[in-house]
């Protein structure tokens, strides 16, 4: 994190695989713990807030796709339709049985970690480009799917209305209700993924991505942990499904297409492929990027352009400027803003005196 | 004849000529895979980018239309060239989605550039070519997707001397078999890479063109990038032949699926069914019909 | 490493600084705010690049012209590529620079704002696209389609299919063509209702995205099914594809009747031409050309300003459609207006101020729309225009029809759920 770390010397492997890696990362949490749940929800403008949420949502969803793209080294263009899968599961049963959110939410998940290891078969004979057009062909059937199977989609309008999650007597609709439910997700979402890569499962994820060959040869079962990884990384993904449909009190699958599922492949490569700081960090990136751009034009764009003209430069100049970005961060930093984070904090390490 | 069965000719050369069409912009990939083992998931753009050059030369600056030929088979060949040098030259030896990532990026980057820098709205792309199709008994055939599917069988029979015969040619298939065995052989693997750019800038200038008159110039002129994937896979990814069977079945089985299957099924399956085969494809013989039987088996 | 931090820190602060210092103008100087989302990158960029400009161009003229009331408008666009994650942004921005009502674009982004729009009680437009059954004004109290819904141009088509062969359809053969999404499948309901009322047969056709080809379905309409007439509902490129394939296996386009979203000069345009489509019907929710009042005052704004007109008033179709849903939004601020003499107007006396929308046609560019609290559709009005020797041509003046197999529709689904 963001201390100094002199003096402190590990004795035993527990102590070095901690998730705290020093005594004062306790506190370095905790500080951000009140910074996210007191200052930010309870000081800013709801408008700031729905921003939060989507950066909250793009987050998990990240987090899922780092899982298997980043950790276990198989490529996935079919993540958006594993969020439909979640979304439409969820909705469907909030609507036919009334189930409880919390319900919705498991299932979502595990119906998408279902079709994410059917879609991940083809990772078993395949790799590299050939798995991604085959997860690309898992998207468009998917997406086929959902649309035409009126039982899944409800309708020819494709779109189930869901009701905002209860909390006992509470109804969470607001921006800010959203921010803490979202919150709460993004957390046992981040300390999940921290935890698996801790576990047998996790180092297995790392030896597949690292060197296929000798993982087996070591004794990892291939065939099972690609697969797990498919399934737990579409877990993720349809509780990204899930909790959109929650926020937006509707499952459309037009939320979902191939344009979500690139997203989301550059948020991990612009935030560090297997980082869980990476997929944060991109997340934020992304979603925030157009935002930016929008800001900065209104405030500048007006010196140099015709009111109309900016109007049609802000969407031009953030798409270019998103490719522009990923190609880079590719080319220049390949490990992406995480890369760029470490090299800030061990430059600060050892600052003032750098040598 | 009957109706029934003058409908299925219908199909099937419709098909047919649809899918030279597609293995036109198929080319433009396998030809980049072949030599350079980089996928290019912007082909689509590619081909948008030569429409937008085409029409804008044509259309807004009132240019022959030689000239507008020309400029977009020099822009495009230029842009392969410069690409390789900027971009892909420093991703060799990235792992596969790093280079799949890039060209998304660069996929973003020409949507923008095309309709903010060349021109906004749609503009047709006129050809002097009639529109009212040849008929041939029953079976019509319109000129341009003769004209498309002719220019195919052309890069075809062109691409197949070049890689065969020439030694340009096998140079570049010795760099695309192993790089570094090629580099001690004194063969210039960099050059050969840029040279592979600037031949996929040749094919998507005149996919661009064939199917900017098609559908008209504006950004869905990319939408037809979608196509590639089943054709390239289903051929074989680094195979010239494999790429115009390869667009040949998806034809026809895209009209066969639209003609005799959409009916019971009530929805379009007609870009879905390509996909479908092209999975079973992969379980089976995954390499493609004409493909190196390198692939690496996990 | 030196660079990397301090372009970071930059960055950084940039940002924040940006993000903290956001200036809300509008409730300063008093203005009233329509938020406007836009697409002028996206899948449908053809038809954002020159609607938002119409859009933005009535709003100078009103302001030019002293406001609504007094008060100026401003229209706070946000572009948001068609992406639905952006379009929740920009409706939370607008909600909170303190906008009235919005614009909203994309049958997505509708369904994603439709919970929000009526907890925050703002209304929003979806004028030509969306859902049909939000004409429902009581299951649907803030979402406005205020244009022709796909379920009232559905039975719009096939009241003038009706006309052109001869004032009956029993044994006709009806082509459906259709982009096979959620929006292109919803009229099919409706189709099939009237093809049991008036006797024809109904077959559909679909293209599925991204729609570059359909020779097959059009050879099929053409060669197999020989269909009388073909009724088309295509998005962004497909129209124009629509028009070549059906050239080229010489079926006539006099024979073809297009939806709202194929109508436009660009769909023409990416054909090849007005000379290519010569007979091609389209349907149209606002006027077509150069020729009203209200663009006439544009035109003479810009001349005062030294100006040449926009380019885009030449896309008339887009442009024009720019105009009417800009002119709907100002008029309900409006009348919402008027309503409150103190001028604090919240999203609720808009949503009143839309429901009192009536005889209000802009010269003959608004069709004559009656919005109430219950028919938030405001009759379903469309008119038919025809390429016809260079440019489009009126056909049949503003109608509406079947209105009662509609409300059929609209009622079972508010009934649904």
Redesign the interface.
């Known amino acids: 994190m963001i201390h100094r770390e002199c003096g402190v010397l590990k004795t035993t492997y527990e102590a070095d695989m901690g998730l705290y890696p020093l005594p004062i990362a306790k506190w370095t949490v905790a500080a951000l713990g009140v910074l996210f749940v007191v200052v930010i929800p309870l000081s800013l403008h709801e408008y700031y807030l729905s921003v939060a949420n989507l950066v909250w949502i793009a987050v998990i969803g990240a987090l899922g796709l780092n899982i298997l793209v980043g950790y276990t080294g198989q490529v996935s263009i079919g993540h958006g339709a594993f969020m439909s899968v979640g979304a439409y599961t969820a909705a469907n049963l909030a609507n036919r049985l009334g189930s409880p959110w919390p319900v919705n939410l498991l299932a979502g998940g595990l119906m998408a970690a279902l079709i994410g290891a059917i879609v991940g078969i083809p990772s078993l004979r395949i790799k590299g480009l050939y798995l991604a057009i085959a997860t690309l062909a898992g998207q468009l059937i998917i997406e086929w799917t959902i649309n035409h199977v009126t039982f899944i989609s409800g309708g020819v309008q494709a779109s189930i209305e869901v009701a905002r999650p209860r909390l006992g007597p509470m109804v969470l609709s607001s921006q800010r209700d959203m921010y803490y439910f979202l919150l709460v997700f993004v957390v046992l979402g981040i300390a999940g993924t921290m935890n698996l890569m801790r576990t047998r499962v996790g180092r297995a994820f790392i030896a597949i991505r690292d060197h296929d060959i000798a993982a087996e040869i070591i004794g990892i079962n291939i065939f099972r942990y690609k697969l797990l990884a498919f399934a737990i990384s579409s877990f993720y993904a349809g509780v990204t499904g899930v909790l959109y449909t929650y926020f937006l009190g509707i499952a459309n699958y037009e939320q979902f297409q191939i344009g979500v599922s690139i997203d989301y492949l550059a948020m991990i490569i612009i935030g560090g492929l297997g980082s869980v700081l990476g997929s944060i960090f991109g997340a934020i990136f992304v979603t925030l990027l157009p935002i930016v751009i929008r800001y900065a034009m209104e405030a500048f764009g007006g010196i140099f352009f015709a009111p109309q003209t900016v109007l049609n430069l802000i969407p031009n100049l953030r798409l270019m400027l998103f490719g522009a970005l990923i190609i880079f961060f590719l080319i220049v930093e390949p490990e992406g803003l995480n890369r760029l984070w470490r090299n800030i904090r061990s430059y600060f390490r050892v600052w003032p005196f750098a040598y | 004849m009957s109706d029934d069965l003058s409908f299925f000719f219908l199909l099937m050369s419709n098909g047919l000529l649809i899918g030279l069409m597609y293995s036109l912009i198929a080319l433009g990939f396998v030809l980049v895979y072949k030599a350079t083992d980089a996928i290019n998931f912007a082909q689509g753009e590619f081909v948008m980018i030569a429409g937008f050059v085409t029409a804008g030369a044509l259309m807004v600056w009132g240019a022959p239309l030689w000239v507008a030929v020309a400029l977009a088979l020099v822009s495009l060949v230029a842009f392969g060239f410069v690409l390789e040098r900027v971009m892909l030259r420093r991703l060799i030896g990235r792992p596969v989605i790093a280079v799949v990532m890039a060209t998304i990026g660069l996929a973003a980057i020409l949507r923008g550039v095309g309709p903010f820098v060349i021109f906004s709205g749609t503009k047709p792309l006129p050809l002097p070519i009639r529109d009212e199709p040849f008929m041939l008994g029953p079976i019509f055939i319109p000129p341009i997707q003769l004209l498309g599917a002719g220019v195919s069988l052309a890069f075809l029979a062109g691409f197949g001397w070049f890689f065969l015969k020439s030694r340009k040619g096998i140079a570049m298939r010795a760099v695309a078999d192993n790089q570094q065995v090629a580099m001690a052989m004194g063969i210039d693997v960099e050059r050969y890479f840029g040279v592979a750019w600037a031949m996929t800038g040749v094919v998507s200038a005149l996919g661009g063109i064939l199917w900017g008159n098609l559908l008209g110039v504006d950004v869905n002129l990319a939408l037809v990038g979608f196509k590639v994937f089943p054709v390239v896979i289903l051929g074989g990814l680094d195979s010239i032949p494999g790429a115009i069977i390869g667009g040949l079945i998806v034809g026809v089985v895209e009209n066969i699926a639209a003609g005799y299957v959409d009916p019971y099924v009530g929805g379009g399956t007609k870009d879905f069914a390509p996909y479908v085969l092209m999975i079973l494809a992969l379980m089976i013989r995954p390499y493609g019909i004409f493909g190196k039987r390198i692939i690496e088996r996990v | 490493?030196?660079q990397?931090?301090a372009i970071?820190t930059a960055l950084v602060l940039?940002?924040g600084s940006?993000?903290t210092a956001?200036p809300s103008h509008a409730q300063a100087k008093g203005d009233v705010v329509i938020g406007l989302q836009?697409d002028?990158?996206g899948?449908t960029?053809?038809v954002g690049?020159?609607l938002?400009?119409g859009f933005?161009d009535y709003i100078a003229l009103i302001n030019s012209k002293g406001g609504v009331e007094g008060r100026q408008i401003k229209a706070l666009?946000?572009?948001h590529?068609y992406?639905?994650?952006?379009g929740?942004?920009a409706y939370?921005?607008h909600?909170?620079e303190g906008a009235v009502t919005m614009a909203v674009y994309g049958?997505?982004h509708i369904?994603?704002?439709?919970?929000?729009l009526t907890?925050d009680r703002i209304p929003g437009t979806s004028p030509g696209f969306g859902?049909a059954?939000a004409a429902d004004g009581i299951r649907y109290p803030y979402i406005f389609p205020i244009a022709a819904t796909y379920w009232s141009q559905g039975a719009a088509a096939v009241d003038f299919v009706k006309k052109q062969l001869g004032g009956s359809l029993k044994g006709k053969k009806i082509a459906f063509i259709f982009y096979?999404?959620?929006a292109g499948?919803?009229p099919?309901?409706v189709l099939e209702d009237l093809s049991a009322l008036e006797g024809f047969q109904l077959?559909?056709?679909?293209?599925?995205?991204?729609?570059?080809?359909?020779?097959?379905?059009v050879?099929?309409i053409a060669?197999?099914y020989r269909a009388d007439f073909v009724i088309g509902h295509l998005f962004?490129?497909a129209p124009?594809?629509s028009i070549?394939e059906f050239?080229?296996?010489?079926y006539p386009l006099r024979k073809f009747v297009s939806f709202v979203w194929g109508a436009g000069e660009?769909?023409i345009?990416?054909?090849?031409?007005f000379a290519?489509a010569e007979g091609y019907y389209v349907m149209q929710f606002a006027g077509v050309g150069t020729d009203y009042p209200v663009l006439n005052e544009i035109r003479e704004m810009y001349k005062k300003q030294g100006k040449p007109a926009?380019k885009e008033m030449a896309?008339t179709v887009f442009y024009n459609r720019g105009v009417l849903i800009a002119a709907l939004h100002v008029e309900a601020i409006r009348n919402a207006l008027k309503a409150k003499p103190d001028g604090k107007i919240t999203g609720e006396d808009t949503k009143k101020g839309f429901e009192k929308i009536s005889n209000f046609t802009l010269g003959g560019l608004v069709p004559p729309l009656k919005v109430t609290p219950t028919d938030h559709e405001g009759g379903g009005l469309v008119q038919i225009w025809q390429v016809k020797g260079g440019k489009f041509e009126k056909v049949t003046d503003w109608f509406a029809a079947y209105q009662d197999v509609v409300a059929k529709h609209i009622k079972e689904a508010g009934a649904?759920?």
């Open positions: 490493m030196k990397f931090l970071a940039a940002a940006l993000l956001a836009c002028r990158t899948p960029q053809i690049t020159v938002c400009p933005h666009e946000i572009d590529e992406k639905v994650p952006p929740i942004e939370e921005r909600k909170k049958t997505p369904y994603a704002m439709a919970a929000k907890e859902s059954a096979d999404n959620p499948r919803e099919i309901e077959k559909t056709f679909a293209v599925p995205p991204p729609g570059v080809e359909m020779g097959a379905q050879l099929d060669q197999r962004g490129g124009s594809v070549k050239k080229r296996v010489g660009a769909n345009e990416g054909a090849g031409g290519v926009p896309s649904k759920k």
